[in-house]
């Protein structure tokens, strides 16, 4: 059979120090006319008036403890802060209605397919010639990779730190004073590694099925590339897990779990990022998929996406990297602007997303809704004109692979998007 | 006469003799001597089916008619309310069995004819107000291939006694011999290792025998383990196990009053956590259940969705309310059937899984979805059909909305709807808010597409039990039958089916379509053996386990890879996997040592799902292959596995030893700078014995395989020597525990010392092998080597507690 493409590379731990990419998943389609495309009167009965924030405008929502009163927070809060580093883009054709289908298009700009999210190709890309052990890092949303870069699922930190030195018997004491203790001695874990990779490699060259020759292949890469945990160990040593108590406003106040759990994974993302060993991550928030109490439950979950992202950009700032780190938020696709029986919303294939990221300037909206909450046609220059194009992901994702230097690339090559009927300007 | 549902009047054509214009008498198929008209296939014999795929399909139909007749297409599905949509319907590929169907199809519209000639030939012509206007020429390769085929379909004769492609397609493909098989499927199916007696029966190659082993290795308890596991990757409801009270929580006691006092924080009952968590258990997994119910009973399979009656064990008795008797109350594996009545005296209209609890509260509804969702669930679990994929073309959410009711009245929607709706309201009934219950009489929507399945309307008089009605239809349908064989292929193999190749101009199309072909084949095959044994899916396991998708270890020879794409398996063992095997070759699994007593499974807990398990939840797909955080796992279980089960092997007597069985620490390689052969002899003997037991390869002592390992042990134990490394063993690693039974071992059998340096040489070595791709995989031996069994059964093992926390 063919030879086995393998790329031998050194066992020297790799590095990455940016650009990083987080896709941030509202799952189940949010309301951007109760986010930043703000419409009231009977399409949302929870305000009268859009809210603004420089050159953005939103939808003034905000989230109380039922029993307390207390206000765990706002959009006002949010825009006010982050208004410069946002791009809003409204007007934005899902094409379809259609969970599966809305989710692929959105994260990978195709509706077909076989299409491989943006945050798997952009850690494909980037890590072609150097991998490290979380490339792309995953909590759930779109995640497909095709191929194309190994997936890794998100975990609890304390689990990561115990498999970041998988020799070290005492992993509590790394990063301590304290002397560690060994399973065998670093030597000894050399000497097996060399001897199993030499074996692997001999069974993988022996291998004449397909499947078997994948397979170990496979194990060959994983090896290659699981060194570097510990330095994602080193970020960690002395973290706590974020929750919402370590929060004044967020304490005590009910129905926040899926807050915490984004704050949880924007923790990690931001923690792999600076230890260098991922290069991308997809953060998911659910529940999103009101079509009974759409209200209530649509602004309870706006509220909490918009404080996770808040955290994740405090996290990011935090360690440094925030003004390496692209964010795209988004979600399958739009809510009606009519409310049903069950006072809840439906499918509706208009939608919004949220970019920031360096060389992307913020404070600024592209694209627009009718007041119907309808969609409108432009010209290559998103200009509105009577007959044109919808603005589709695919728009935003070429726009999105030219900022991220991905154009041309090979991956760019095998999953081309058709984007250029339209030219966004992102910054 | 016939009438087209066009409204043109027909005649039959059988056969046809005059065709197309520019077109001959026509071969009838293989085998005829006219020689003409099967140009394309002159050189080749086809069947029917084959020259449907080859000729046409993959020739043109699959990218030409398929832009506007499958059942999203334009033609079929018209934005037009005025325009009649086209009876003619392809199905593509991602539907089951699709050729099968599209054939089927195809043969129904080939016996329609106007003015003497189908029309199924006229309208690509662009004849009888075609919409599509004109797709072929005549005198086209495509027409005249169309026109062998239609005659074909119309003569009914079939392709002569051609070679079958799906078996010339895997036809010399090596299998692993018997004894190794049976050591791969004893792991695999009951999570043990093979005895001596199955090896030996096993290495006569004979398939009765193979048989016989299979049938007893799905009597074992393991197995319906393994059963659950692959339906519920499938029906994902065991997210109800969550926080070990979902499945309770969900549920209302005023329609399951046994609940009460288990939703009571303040009973007794609430808080007798262990009997409550089984409860939930019990609940949350009726499905599954349910599936390992009527396999181990020999069942047939269709009484998962037909089944008149819920399975009750001692747990969902208290929950259900039946009044039962049991053996052993304690016994979660004792099920009965039952009638089971709600607190509002209704008696629920069992019809499997459709009506358990868990089925409706894993995937519930709204008073607005009126249970799409649902039904959109019954064609993927039990008909393997994603109804997303035939709806996947752009809307118009504008248009949606012009009009009324625009899921049965607007193209963009009814193309899903028509065929979501009526399964829909076959859960009538089931109420949208508080979904276990049931009422008879509840009304339903009549904008909506009426209740039934596939053509069928749900009888009036069967309203008030819709899913009893649907249950039957289901097993009616030729994917149900698909959808179990693939459910279980994917279970066995780690594979998803193969796609059907796109690209009909990739260089690897001939070989790629012959592979699918193959698997298409054997997939028809399993199912004729599934309905031959009155759907006992203990049929589609053997089918499976004894073909070469899943004992394949080297390809027919001088056959591309392509054509091998899916022959044998590579799967990484999932956590469950993995963990089983653990046990099965050191008779204790990975568990954190200071919970001896609760005996928590690392692989179980901490690292399921970083290891690529699911949660039935928000990761509901299972990691098809390592990633570096699973690799480092590997290396955990590895170091911590040798270090706290090398010495203790040590500290029993040789012949109760599993790893060391021909060694004792004192037996060094060398002493006084000199080669001890004996010593050497001796390190290399039990060397072979670990690479059997561990990887289940039999190996030489001379094998360089055995050397590389036995370079692993002098590097170690010389490392150690020539350091003048201390006696003591480090604590963790010490001989002290019985770790069987978490209590300490008597102070003359413990191990702490190691001053040979031979122990950690030996943990070492242990390291080294749990790390290999032969254990942390599915066994595929690509090599070809043959391996048997050294150790004795671990069924032992139960006699020591551990499945308590395993179920």
């Known amino acids: 059979m063919a030879p086995l493409t393998v790329q031998r590379r050194a066992r020297a731990a790799n590095k990455y120090a940016g650009p990083y990419f987080v896709a941030l998943n509202a799952g189940g389609g949010w309301d951007p006319t109760m986010l930043t495309d703000p419409k009231g009167g009977t399409i949302n009965k929870t305000f009268t008036a859009a809210a603004t924030a420089g050159n953005l405008s939103y939808a003034p929502i905000e989230y109380k403890d039922d029993d307390s009163g207390k206000v765990a927070y706002t959009a006002k809060a949010f825009f006010e802060k982050y208004k410069d580093r946002l791009l809003v883009i409204n007007g934005v054709d899902t094409t379809t209605n259609n969970h599966d289908t809305g989710s692929r298009i959105t994260w990978s700009g195709m509706s077909t397919e076989g299409q491989p999210a943006l945050a798997a190709m952009f850690a494909a890309q980037q890590t072609k010639d150097a991998p490290i052990p979380m490339a792309f890092l995953s909590n759930g949303g779109f995640d497909a990779t095709e191929g194309v870069v190994q997936l890794t699922r998100s975990g609890s930190i304390d689990s990561l730190r115990r498999i970041a030195y998988p020799n070290v018997a005492n992993v509590g004491d790394v990063g301590s004073e304290k002397p560690l203790s060994y399973f065998v001695t670093p030597d000894t874990q050399s000497r097996i590694a060399q001897a199993q990779a030499a074996r692997l490699g001999a069974m993988r060259d022996a291998a004449r099925l397909p499947v078997h020759a994948a397979g170990m292949n496979a194990l060959y890469l994983a090896r290659q590339s699981n060194d570097g945990l510990d330095l994602l160990a080193n970020v960690l040593a002395g973290q706590k897990q974020v929750k919402n108590e370590d929060f004044p406003e967020l304490k005590d106040v009910g129905n926040l779990g899926a807050l915490q759990s984004l704050m949880q994974q924007a923790q990690l993302a931001v923690s792999a990022f600076t230890a260098g060993v991922a290069v991308s991550a997809n953060l998911s928030i659910g529940g999103f998929d009101t079509h009974s109490n759409h209200d209530d439950d649509q602004s309870r979950m706006l509220i909490q996406l918009l404080r996770g992202l808040s955290y994740l950009y405090d996290a990011a700032d935090a360690a440094g990297i925030g003004g390496n780190l692209y964010v795209m938020v988004g979600s399958d696709f739009g809510r009606t602007p009519k409310y049903n029986n069950a006072n809840g919303k439906d499918h509706w294939n208009v939608t919004s997303v949220m970019l920031s990221g360096p060389g992307i300037a913020g404070n600024r909206v592209l694209g627009q809704t009718t007041p119907e909450f309808g969609l409108l046609q432009y010209d290559t220059a998103l200009n509105p004109v009577s007959e044109g194009r919808h603005l589709e992901p695919r728009h935003i994702h070429a726009a999105l692979r030219q900022k991220l230097g991905m154009a041309g690339g090979d991956v760019d090559k095998r999953f081309p998007v058709a984007g250029g009927d339209i030219t966004l300007p992102l910054g | ?807």
């Not at chain 2, 080939?110 to 005549?138: C, F, M, R, W």
């Not at chain 2, 043990?192 to 799905?218: C, F, K, S």
């Not at chain 2, 926080?243 to 924080?265: E, Q, T, W």
């Not at chain 2, 590997?634 to 010495?647: N, V």
Request: hydrophobic content about 35%; charged content about 25%; proline content about 7%.
């Open chain 2, 1 to 807: 006469m016939r009438t087209h549902p066009s409204g043109h009047r027909l005649s039959l054509l059988f056969p046809i003799a005059l065709l197309a214009a520019g077109l001959g008498p026509v071969a009838a198929g293989c085998g005829s001597s006219d020689g003409e008209a099967d140009e394309a296939a002159a050189s080749e014999c086809l069947s029917t089916k084959r020259y449907f795929q080859k000729e046409v399909w993959s020739a043109f139909m699959g990218g030409t008619c398929t832009k506007c007749h499958t059942p999203d297409g334009v033609a079929v599905s018209p934005e037009d309310p005025n325009q009649k949509p086209a009876r003619f319907v392809l199905q593509p590929p991602s539907y089951p069995g699709f050729l099968d169907a599209n054939l089927a199809t195809l043969k129904e519209m080939a016996s329609y004819s106007q003015n003497g000639t189908p029309i199924l030939l006229q309208k690509p012509l662009g004849k009888l107000d075609h919409g599509g206007k004109v797709v072929l020429t005549e005198g086209s390769p495509e027409i005249k291939a169309l026109t062998e085929l239609v005659n074909r379909l119309n003569s009914g004769k079939e392709g002569g006694t051609c070679a079958d492609a799906g078996t010339t397609a895997l036809a010399g493909v090596t299998n692993l011999d018997g004894a190794t098989l049976v050591r791969k499927a004893t792991l695999d199916l009951a999570g043990r290792l093979p005895t001596a007696d199955e090896v030996a029966q096993a290495a006569t190659n004979d398939d009765a025998a193979l048989d016989a082993i299979l049938d007893g290795l799905m009597k074992e308890p393991v197995f319906l383990t393994r059963i659950r596991e692959m339906f519920n990757d499938v029906y994902l409801t065991d997210k109800l196990l969550g926080y070990g009270g979902m499945a309770i929580d969900l549920m209302n006691d005023s329609n399951y009053p046994g609940l009460k006092p288990y939703k009571d924080s303040k009973s007794p009952e609430y808080m007798d956590t262990a009997k409550r968590r089984m409860i939930n258990t019990a609940i949350a997994r009726e499905p599954v259940d349910l599936v390992a119910y009527v396999v181990r009973n020999d069942r047939p399979f269709t009484e998962i969705v037909t089944a008149p009656y819920a399975i009750v064990n001692p747990y969902t008795a208290i929950a259900y309310g039946a009044n039962v008797q049991f053996s052993n109350p304690s016994d979660y594996e004792e099920f009965k059937e039952v009638q089971v009545t709600l607190g509002s005296g209704v008696q629920v209209p069992h019809a499997g899984i459709l009506s358990t609890p868990s089925f409706l509260n894993r995937w519930q509804t709204t008073p607005t979805n009126r249970n799409r969702a649902r039904s959109r669930r019954v064609y993927s679990f039990f008909l393997a059909t994603d109804l997303l994929k035939i709806a996947e073309r752009p809307i118009d959410a504008t248009k949606v909305t012009e009009g009324d009711n625009p899921t049965r009245n607007s193209f963009y929607c009814n193309v899903c709807h028509k065929t979501l709706d009526p399964v829909a309201g076959a859960f009538r009934g089931w109420d949208d808010n508080d979904y276990e219950k049931f009422t008879p009489d509840a009304k339903w929507h009549d904008e909506m597409f009426e209740p039934g399945f596939g053509g069928a309307k749900l009888p009036p008089d069967q309203y008030g039990a819709g899913v009893k009605w649907l249950g039957p239809q289901l097993t009616q349908d030729p994917r149900f039958y698909i959808s179990a064989v693939q459910i279980v292929y994917k279970g066995l193999t780690g594979h998803e089916p193969l796609r059907f190749p796109s690209d009909s101009a990739a260089p690897d199309f001939a070989d790629a379509t012959a592979a699918w072909e193959a698997q298409d084949q054997f997939f028809a095959k399993t199912v004729e053996a599934f309905k031959a044994s009155n759907t006992n899916l203990k049929a589609v396991v053997k089918a499976i386990v004894k073909s070469p998708y899943y004992r394949g270890v080297a390809p027919a020879p001088g056959a591309s890879p392509a054509r091998m794409r899916d022959v044998g398996t590579a799967k990484l063992l999932g956590p469950e996997a993995l963990d089983r095997k653990i046990t099965a070759i050191f008779g204790v699994p990975w568990i954190k040592q200071w919970e001896y007593e609760k005996a928590h499974s690392w692989l179980l807990e901490d690292f399921e799902l970083l290891y690529g398990g699911i949660d039935s939840d928000n990761v509901t797909s299972r990691l098809a292959g390592p990633n570096g955080i699973a690799s480092s796992i590997g290396w955990r279980m590895a170091t911590e596995t040798a270090c706290h089960l090398t010495a203790w092997d040590f500290t029993r007597p040789k012949e109760q030893r599993r790893l060391f069985t021909v060694i004792e620490p004192a037996e060094v390689p060398e002493a006084a700078g000199h080669t001890v052969e004996g010593g050497v002899s001796a390190i290399k003997d039990n060397i072979v014995k670990l690479h059997e037991l561990i990887l289940g390869e039999k190996l030489a002592a001379s094998d360089p395989e055995i050397e590389r390992t036995y370079q692993v042990f002098y590097g170690t134990w010389k490392e150690l020597t020539d350091a003048g490394a201390k006696d003591d063993l480090y604590w963790e690693c010490q001989g002290r525990i019985d770790p069987l039974t978490g209590k300490d071992l008597p102070d003359g059998q413990k191990v702490t010392k190691d001053k040979d340096r031979t122990i950690r040489a030996w943990q070492a070595v242990v390291t080294y092998l749990l790390l290999d791709y032969k254990f942390l995989y599915h066994l595929a031996n690509p090599q070809g080597r043959r391996t048997w069994n050294v150790g004795a059964s671990s069924r032992s093992r139960d006699s020591v507690g551990w499945p308590s926390w395993r179920r």
